[in-house]
């Protein structure tokens, strides 16, 4: 069953590769491998992110994605050119990601006390 998620999101984690991808000459290093948080969904997955400069990528920063041409999409990922900035506020960092549970969760309890390795 195909399900339908947001076309935005945010940066949980990143990284600047400086290695080329096989079979992508279009990709130049050095760019932005991110792990892109889609907005209403508990997923996400790894992305590139192109449209500003490697430095100004952030953990938080709220990312719309860039699609191929209406004849090249398909159900995956692959679909996606890239994510570029939005321009909008970011995610604060408590919130980015997967982070949610040093800022002691959604209920309000820490759970690295739970686990005992406070």
Same mark, same amino acid.
């Given at each position: 069953?195909?399900?339908?998620?947001?076309?935005? *999101? @945010?940066?949980?984690?990143?990284?600047?590769? @400086?290695?080329? %991808?096989? *079979?992508?000459?279009?990709? =130049?290093?050095?760019?932005?491998?991110? !792990?892109? @948080?889609?907005? *209403?969904? &508990? %997923?996400?997955?790894?992305?590139?992110?192109?449209?500003?400069?490697?430095?100004? =990528?952030? %953990? *938080?920063?709220?990312?719309?994605?860039?699609?191929?041409?209406?004849?090249?999409?398909?159900?995956?990922?692959?679909? %996606?050119? @890239? !994510?570029?900035?939005?321009?909008?506020?970011?995610?604060?960092?408590?919130?980015?990601?997967?982070? &949610? !549970?040093?800022?002691?969760?959604?209920?309000?309890?820490?759970?690295?006390?739970?686990?005992?390795?406070?």
């Amino acid at each position: 069953e195909e399900v339908e998620l947001a076309h935005t *999101g @945010h940066v949980g984690s990143f990284c600047v590769t @400086h290695l080329p %991808i096989p *079979g992508r000459s279009d990709l =130049v290093p050095p760019y932005v491998s991110a !792990w892109i @948080h889609l907005d *209403g969904s &508990a %997923i996400g997955f790894l992305g590139l992110v192109a449209g500003c400069a490697n430095e100004d =990528v952030r %953990i *938080g920063m709220r990312v719309r994605a860039v699609w191929k041409p209406d004849g090249e999409l398909g159900p995956t990922s692959e679909s %996606i050119l @890239h !994510w570029e900035p939005t321009g909008e506020p970011d995610v604060p960092f408590e919130r980015a990601g997967n982070r &949610a !549970w040093r800022a002691g969760g959604p209920d309000g309890r820490d759970g690295r006390q739970e686990r005992g390795d406070a």
